[in-house]
């Protein structure tokens, strides 16, 4: 085997966690080399939501992690206009039930407004993951980091850093960040890393054309569905199915989201189905992300956002590269991946 290919800072993955952590490192001033196996990834089969309040609402989390989602989603305007990428602000609306919702949302510091059979909050926005993950790319590579295609299957650390084995080549860096997704553990486990603490959460998103799409004027929630207007059609989403690993359509969950979209709006019954994506999403036990120094001497982590990878990927971003390089974590120490260890060593929190 030839000698290693050396970088500054190696990123494993190339999602949205991946890219935003490679984007952040170009901002302060190194050239990443991101590699990735190519192979389509959760961050595509996504809404791409900012949704730092409904999430709240929906997941009934406390103030404290709202007040993370919401700084995830404040961090976005910096990097979308670095990368180029097209936020859409128009808010989000509610269809069903207003309370205990809207009170809820309102005590958690968003705006709440009063809409046609629900309300509506001006403080959720989108993406679109199709146009963002290219853009991060191309910011990368703009920025002097590269991205190239390598099916990672070990590492190793050493004093003088850390070696990367993909096939038959060999790359080495001062640092490596984990951010291969939900599989990921395959590769930090043989370090003693992150152990059983990513758990696979399977999730189908549809997309629909046709009659009755374009009722949907901006992104709308009702309970067990949503909805993303897009311009080549409607998103509706999204399924989770815990513990499963596979990313197999299957014609019963998809025909039971469509059902749950006609439900909301009897038009879409008629709808086509344009396209039906399955993806796997890896979540740590209190599901918020995995971000920072793991354990091992040059080794950090970006995994497992659960389904907010689109949401927290520029905070994560931060997280990571403080540890990796100093400063203040804007997180706080929220999301360092020791969180779950007990004082003695043990594990504090089982999945």
Do not use: C
Request: proline share 7%.
């Amino acid at each position: 085997m030839s000698l290693p290919m050396k970088s500054e800072v190696i990123v494993i993955g190339a999602g949205a966690l991946g890219l935003a952590t490679a984007a952040e490192l170009v901002r302060r001033g190194l050239r990443p080399l991101v590699l990735d196996a190519g192979a389509p990834n959760a961050s595509l089969v996504a809404a791409g939501m900012l949704a730092p309040a409904f999430e709240a609402v929906l997941e009934e989390v406390s103030s404290e992690r709202a007040d993370l989602y919401r700084l995830g989603r404040d961090f976005w305007p910096d990097l979308a206009e670095r990368a180029g990428i097209t936020l859409n602000r128009s808010g989000a609306d509610w269809i069903g039930p207003v309370e205990p919702l809207a009170s809820r949302m309102s005590e958690l510091g968003f705006v709440v407004e009063a809409a046609p059979g629900g309300f509506r909050t001006p403080d959720d926005w989108t993406l679109n993951p199709e146009t963002a993950l290219p853009r991060l790319a191309a910011h990368l590579a703009e920025g002097g980091g590269a991205i190239h295609t390598a099916r990672v299957e070990a590492l190793e650390v050493s004093r003088s850093g850390v070696e990367v084995y993909a096939g038959d080549a060999r790359f080495a860096a001062e640092a490596v960040v984990i951010a291969a997704g939900w599989a990921a553990p395959a590769l930090a486990a043989p370090l003693g890393l992150a152990g059983g603490l990513v758990r696979p959460v399977k999730g189908h998103i549809l997309k629909l054309a046709g009659e009755g799409t374009g009722q949907v004027e901006r992104v709308t929630r009702a309970p067990g569905v949503y909805f993303v207007p897009r311009a080549d059609g409607l998103v509706v989403g999204a399924t989770m199915q815990p513990d499963r690993s596979d990313v197999v359509i299957e014609p019963e969950v998809v025909e039971a989201l469509h059902r749950a979209a006609a439900a909301v709006f009897p038009a879409l019954a008629a709808a086509k189905i344009a396209e039906a994506r399955a993806g796997i999403r890896g979540s740590s036990p209190d599901g918020l992300p995995l971000a920072g120094a793991a354990g091992a001497s040059g080794v950090h982590l970006a995994l497992a956002p659960r389904r907010n990878g689109w949401l927290l990927a520029p905070l994560v971003a931060r997280s990571v590269a403080a540890t990796l390089l100093g400063g203040d974590d804007p997180a706080g120490g929220a999301l360092r991946p020791d969180r779950f260890q007990a004082p003695g060593g043990g594990r504090a929190v089982t999945a």
